[in-house]
C-alpha cells in the first residue's frame, strides 16, 4: 500500500502498465460509447479489483482501462487482490470486481466478470444513471423503491448472450442507486462455477436475495421491489 | 380452436380409485396441477399398457404436485371390474373417472360421438383451472408417461418463472462475447 503526499492510500495498480487496448472495445463501439458518456453531468470512478494472473481479470483491466478514458468524467483504480483492503465494500469472492462510486462513496453497484455481449448495456446504464445522464425513474416507482426499508444485496446472475438479462440487471442497480438499503451486482455466472453448482443455476437472468432467496426470469424494477417490501 | 388457456368448465363424475367409488369435481381438480389422461374404453389392448407406462411414474407426477385422473366413457363400475381382473389396472393409484354421458369427454373436445370413446387426449390442467398442455391422438395412437412428465415440469416452470428466461450453457473456457450496444429503454 503506497500513501500520496496528502497522505491518501493510493492503487498499487499503475494504470500505465496496463493494456490500453482491448479486443472488446473496437474504434466504432468507442465512438458509439464516446457520445453516450458525453452527457455524464457528474464524475463517476470504477474501482475494480482484479487477479492480474487471471485471463478474465486481465481483460477486465484493459477493458476498464480503455472504456475509462472515453470520458473526463471516469476515473479508474485498479487494485490486486492482496490490496483489496482499500475498497473493502467490494466482495471480492468473484474477481474480476468492479464497483461504482462517486463522491469517494460506494454506491452500491458492482459487477463481477466483464461486461461483454448484450450486458454492456447494463455497465453503460449504470454509469450513466449515477451520473445523472439517464431519464430517472417515474414517482410512483421512486416512491414504491423509498419504502425497501430492509437490508438486500442482489447478485444478479447472467449469460452475456441472455437478452433480457440487461434490463434486470440495469433494474436492480438503478433501485440500488435509489435505495441505500439495496446494493446489486452483476455477476457474469459463466466465469464462476462454484455460484452455479450452488444454486443450480441453468436459466438466467437468476436473481439471488441476500445469498438465500431465488429468482428467475425477466422482471421490471416495479416487480423486483415488490419482492424486497415486507 | 385451440384449448390453450380455457378454463375446464364445471362437471361432476363417479370416480374409482384403489378399491374405493369417489366422486370428483371442477373444485376437487382446482388448486393442484392436473393431468386429464383419456383412452377410448376399458379392457382394451393398448390401453392398460399407457395407463401401467402412467402408473410407473406415478410417483414422480405426485412429488411435482400433480394428480392423474385417466378417464374413459366406461362407469366407475366397469373400471372397477377392469382393475379387479387386470394385474396392470389393479395396481394403478390414481382416480379412473368414469365418464358415460361424455361430459368430460366433450368439453375437452375427444368424444368420437359415433363410437361413444374418447379419442387419446391428454390435458394438462394449471391449479387456476386452465389448459396449459395438450395432445390428442388418434386411436390406437400410444403415449409416453415420461414425455409427459417433461410437459408438465416445463408448464410448472412457465408457470411459476414466467416464459422470459435464457437458457445458460456455459462452456469453461468460453471467449467473452464482444459488446452489443444497445441502450434503449435503459437509459
Redesign the interface.
Known amino acids: 500500500m503506497t500513501k500520496s503526499m496528502f497522505g491518501e492510500e493510493t492503487p498499487m495498480i499503475d494504470l500505465s502498465t496496463i493494456s490500453s487496448r482491448s479486443?472488446?472495445?473496437d474504434e466504432t463501439?468507442k465512438g458509439?460509447?464516446r457520445q453516450?458518456l458525453a452527457r455524464m453531468k457528474q464524475p463517476v470512478t470504477l474501482k475494480a479489483v482484479v487477479d492480474m494472473e487471471n485471463q478474465?481479470s486481465r481483460?477486465m483491466a484493459a477493458f476498464l482501462n480503455v472504456f475509462s478514458s472515453l470520458s473526463d468524467q471516469l476515473s479508474l483504480e485498479l487494485y490486486l487482490p492482496q490490496e483489496a483492503g482499500q475498497v473493502p465494500e467490494l466482495d471480492v469472492t468473484y474477481l474480476p470486481v468492479t464497483g461504482l462510486y462517486q463522491d469517494g462513496q460506494y454506491k452500491r453497484v458492482a459487477f463481477h466478470g466483464?461486461?461483454?455481449?448484450?450486458?454492456?448495456?447494463?455497465f453503460?446504464?449504470a454509469v450513466?444513471?449515477l451520473a445523472g445522464?439517464?431519464?430517472g425513474v417515474g414517482f410512483l416507482l421512486k416512491k414504491k423503491i423509498d419504502k425497501i426499508r430492509h437490508k438486500a444485496n442482489l447478485k444478479i446472475c447472467v449469460?452475456?448472450?441472455?437478452?433480457?438479462?440487461?434490463?434486470v440487471v440495469?433494474a436492480c442497480q438503478q433501485i440500488a442507486l435509489l435505495n441505500p438499503n439495496v446494493e446489486a451486482e452483476m455477476i457474469d455466472?459463466?466465469l464462476y462455477?462454484d455460484l452455479?453448482s450452488r444454486y443450480q443455476?441453468?436459466?438466467?437472468?437468476?436473481i439471488i436475495v441476500n445469498d438465500h432467496d431465488t429468482?428467475?426470469?425477466?422482471k421490471t424494477a416495479e416487480d423486483i421491489a415488490d419482492l424486497l417490501i415486507y | 380452436m385451440s384449448l390453450i388457456n380455457k378454463e375446464i368448465e364445471d362437471f361432476r363424475v363417479q370416480a374409482y380409485q384403489k378399491g374405493e367409488f369417489l366422486e370428483v369435481t371442477k373444485e376437487a381438480v382446482l388448486g393442484h396441477w392436473s393431468v386429464f389422461f383419456f383412452y377410448p374404453a376399458d379392457f382394451t389392448f393398448v390401453c392398460p399398457t399407457e395407463l401401467g407406462d402412467l402408473m410407473d411414474h406415478y410417483e414422480e407426477f405426485q412429488k411435482i404436485g400433480c394428480e392423474i385422473y385417466s378417464v374413459s366413457e366406461d362407469t366407475h363400475f366397469v373400471h372397477k371390474a377392469w382393475a379387479d381382473t387386470s394385474e396392470t389396472i389393479g395396481r394403478i393409484q390414481f382416480p379412473m373417472l368414469g365418464d358415460p354421458a361424455g361430459v368430460l369427454a366433450r368439453q375437452f373436445g375427444v368424444l368420437v360421438e359415433a363410437e361413444g370413446q374418447a379419442l387419446r387426449g391428454t390435458f394438462v390442467v394449471n391449479p387456476q383451472g386452465l389448459v396449459k398442455v395438450y395432445e390428442i391422438h388418434d386411436m390406437g395412437i400410444g403415449r409416453n408417461a415420461q414425455e409427459l412428465l417433461r410437459k408438465v415440469q416445463a408448464a410448472q416452470f412457465v408457470h411459476?418463472?414466467?416464459?422470459?428466461?435464457?437458457?445458460?450453457k456455459?462452456k469453461?473456457g468460453?471467449e467473452?462475447?464482444?459488446?452489443?450496444?444497445?441502450?434503449v429503454?435503459?437509459?
Open positions: 479486443d472488446l472495445l463501439l458509439q460509447l453516450v478474465s481483460e466483464i461486461p461483454g455481449g448484450k450486458e454492456i448495456n447494463s453503460v446504464a450513466g444513471n445522464a439517464g431519464k449469460s452475456l448472450s441472455c437478452h433480457h438479462c440487461p434490463g440495469a455466472a459463466r462455477e452455479v443455476i441453468e436459466r438466467v437472468p437468476f429468482y428467475m426470469g425477466n | 411459476e418463472h414466467g416464459d422470459q428466461v435464457c437458457p445458460a456455459w469453461p468460453e467473452t462475447l464482444t459488446p452489443s450496444l444497445d441502450l429503454g435503459l437509459l
